[in-house]
């Protein structure tokens, strides 16, 4: 039996076990090597930028989805950025 991974489902798969380095990384590898990035990805991408609070880089993603990919974003896109700007409470 073959098992083909796709670049969201590792990316998000990365992210969901805490590894959003790794995740983020996934995506600018993918960029690089000419991958097509669609709306599934950008999730991914940003929910590591959450995961990791990494506001800048969040909006970088959230920005160059529209921008470069003219991706609109959707619900899951902008809960993830509510995420990202989201403080827990003490």
Known sequence: MTVLWSGPTMINGSTEHGHCKEAIDLVEKSVEGGHETDDVT????LGACSHAGLIDLGF????LMSRKYHINPG???YGCMI???SV???
């Open 42 to 45: 950008f999730i991914g991408v």
């Open 60 to 63: 970088h993603y959230f920005n």
């Open 75 to 77: 619900k899951e896109h």
């Open 83 to 85: 995420d990202l700007l």
């Open 88 to 90: 827990p409470g003490d």
